[in-house]
């Protein structure tokens, strides 16, 4: 079973449109859990990172449920700018340096 | 916030000849950092871990005599790519972890290779 997986998508929404992602992690040890951005033939950014309590920023509204092991990414009132892929990065150590990452979703917002 | 640069951003390069890709935390030290492959529409995919001042750690199925990885200093780690042939070429991204910032990973801008 693979460490983090993620629905690849592609997700093409009108723009205004709200939409969630969600990723499963396969481990309960994982610790630290973030949500990157990438855009084409770019390096991928760190969008934000996921929070037990959830957390939000902006449009962008993150949450983790460690029962059902999945984090999950909210994005409300799309925009055209937000088109890109979102990968899920999930590690196992606090300080460790094992990242896992999912194939990442595909987004598309659609004037 | 931490910056990790990737040089060359692009490089093309005739099939046997080898190229070298540096990445440096600009603002941080980074005693490990990591090479990472993509193909087109694909997910990263982990090739090492460099760390400093010792011998990187090859993922499964990735040649060690392949892709030469050092990492001299604090701040910076190349990836030779040897004896590079047509399939070497993909995206090459290195990253590194600034533990001072919650642990967030940091990304160079990436290095595409074209090997013809």
């Known amino acids: 079973r693979k460490e983090v997986e993620q629905d690849p998508g592609p997700f093409n929404v009108p723009e205004g449109a709200t939409v969630a992602f969600n990723c499963t992690y396969s481990n309960s040890a994982s610790q630290s859990f973030f949500w990157y951005r990438q855009d084409c033939r770019k390096e991928p950014k760190l969008l934000m990172s996921v929070y037990s309590s959830g957390n939000e920023d902006g449009r962008f509204t993150a949450q983790l449920n460690r029962a059902s092991q999945y984090i999950s990414l909210l994005i409300r009132d799309s925009k055209l700018s937000d088109s890109a892929t979102y990968l899920c990065?999930?590690?196992?150590?606090?300080?460790?340096?094992?990242?896992?990452f999912g194939t990442g979703t595909s987004l598309t917002v659609i004037p | 916030g931490a910056v990790v640069s990737q040089h060359p951003s692009r490089v093309i390069c005739k099939s046997g000849t080898s190229v070298k890709i540096e990445c440096r935390s600009l603002?941080?030290?980074?005693?490990?950092m990591f090479w990472y492959r993509q193909f087109p529409k694909k997910s990263l995919m982990l090739m090492a871990t460099s760390n400093e001042g010792s011998k990187a750690t090859y993922e499964q199925g990735v040649e060690k005599d392949k892709f030469l990885i050092n990492h001299a200093s604090l701040t910076l780690s190349t990836l030779t790519v040897t004896s590079a042939h047509p399939e070497d070429s993909s995206f090459y991204i290195c990253s590194a972890r600034d533990h001072g910032l919650a642990g967030e990973l940091f990304f160079g801008e990436g290095s595409r290779l074209t090997v013809l």
């Open positions: 603002d941080f030290q980074a005693t490990t």
């Open positions: 990065v999930v590690t196992r150590h606090l300080t460790g340096n094992q990242f896992y």
